[in-house]
Every structure is written in structure tokens, then in C-alpha cells.
T-cell receptor, first 114, second 114 residues
């Protein structure tokens, strides 16, 4: 079964600076999707960005970008120009070829300091 | 925001009692999912549904059952609640069963089993 590992339980960043959250995964599949979700204190899960495994180009959404290294099975999230509203739990997720199986990492709690 | 509601939002119950959580959607999406969220584990799939009366097990299905008699409602039942089922439960929906298809999450239900 696929596993997703987020090795940083907590991270902090100064407002306006850049932070990178790490995610690694284990799979034998060649085609899959990767996601980053944000969960603010409201508990609502919000999709931040997604990456298709067969695409070499890294996905970007405004201040959020990923560094996808397929061979290394690594999928890190970079947040540029951090804002106070970015403070949240961030979950990395892997969606399997069989489509019904979505695996989440344990999460990284991001604190943004003013 | 996707139209997903969960009820109740909070529940405290005693060990051995039956509990039913309800997920209601107004998006007419075919696929519905139940996850549980626990510290150190992220979200884990309990059961999912791919149509009315069509359901299947996820990663952590033991002790849970589900039913879907209408497109818009997906019920999660704990036949005899145990303390290990204390968790936050999330419902999610998706329109298509494609790897890139986003899952939209409900607001969550916090269940405490004493």
C-alpha cells in the first residue's frame, strides 16, 4: 500500500518570507496524482495545489508551488511571501491509480510569525 | 464552496451506544467518502460510495458501516461505539472517479466516545 510521509510535524516562517514543506511517498505505480491540502483552524479542508505524476513541469498556483521529484518520490510545497492567513495544517496526499484510494500524510502545522 | 453539510457537528456518546453521522450534499456528485482524522495519521478512508446503494470499504472500515439510499445522503454508522472511534470525521464528495478530480470536504464532525 502507498504511504505518505511528512517528516516535519511543525514549521514556522516569518511573514513575507518563504517556507518549504516536505513530503515523500512510497509507491510502485507509475501514474498517480499528488495534492496539498490546507486545513485552517476552522477544520475545513481546502485544496491548495495538485500535480500529475506524468507531468514533469512543477505545478504553480499564485504564491504556492511544488517541487516534484518523481525518481526521488518527493513532493514539497513552497509558499512564497507568507501571509498570516497561511497559518494552518498542511496535508500531502497521494491518489492511487485505482482512483478510490487517497492516502494522506500526518500533516505539518505551519505557524506564520508577524 | 461545495454544498456539503454534516450532522451533527459535535457529539459525545458512551461506549457501546450506536451512532449515526450524516453527510448531505447538494452538488449531485456521484462519489461520496467518509474519512477519519486522528493526530499523527492525517485522514484515513473508512468507506466510500460510487452510487446509490453502491459502497465499498476503505483503509479503516472495521467497526463502521455505511448506507446510501439517495444520491445526496451518505450515512456512517458505528454499531457499538468504542473509545478508539473518538475522532473527527470528514465527508467528501467528487464528481468523477478520475485521478485529478478534486475531492470537496465537509466541515467535519467531532465525535467523542466516553
Amino acid at each position: 500500500a502507498q504511504t505518505v510521509t511528512q517528516s516535519q510535524p511543525e514549521m514556522s516562517v516569518q511573514e513575507a518570507e518563504t517556507v518549504t514543506l516536505s513530503c515523500t511517498y512510497d509507491t510502485s505505480e507509475s501514474d498517480y496524482y499528488l495534492f496539498w491540502y490546507k486545513q485552517p483552524p476552522s477544520r475545513q479542508m481546502i485544496l491548495v495545489i495538485r500535480q500529475e505524476a506524468y507531468k514533469q513541469q512543477n505545478a504553480t498556483e499564485n504564491r504556492f508551488s511544488v517541487n516534484f521529484q518523481k525518481a526521488a518520490k518527493s513532493f514539497s510545497l513552497k509558499i512564497s511571501d507568507s501571509q498570516l492567513g497561511d497559518a494552518a495544517m498542511y496535508f500531502c496526499a497521494y491518489r492511487s491509480e485505482n482512483n478510490n484510494d487517497m492516502r494522506f500524510g500526518a500533516g505539518t502545522r505551519l505557524t506564520v510569525k508577524p | 464552496d461545495a454544498g456539503i453539510t454534516q450532522s451533527p457537528r459535535h457529539k459525545v456518546t458512551e461506549t457501546g451506544t450506536p451512532v449515526t453521522l450524516r453527510c448531505h450534499q447538494t452538488e449531485n456528485h456521484r462519489y461520496m467518502y467518509w474519512y477519519r482524522q486522528d493526530p499523527g495519521h492525517g485522514l484515513r478512508l473508512i468507506h466510500y460510495s460510487y452510487g446509490v446503494k453502491d459502497t465499498d470499504k476503505g483503509e479503516v472500515s472495521d467497526g463502521y458501516s455505511v448506507s446510501r439510499s439517495k444520491t445526496e445522503d451518505f450515512l456512517l454508522t458505528l454499531e457499538s461505539a468504542t473509545s478508539s472511534q473518538t475522532s473527527v470525521y470528514f465527508c467528501a464528495i467528487s464528481e468523477r472517479l478520475a485521478r485529478d478530480n478534486e475531492q470537496f470536504f465537509g466541515p467535519g464532525t467531532r465525535l467523542t466516545v466516553l
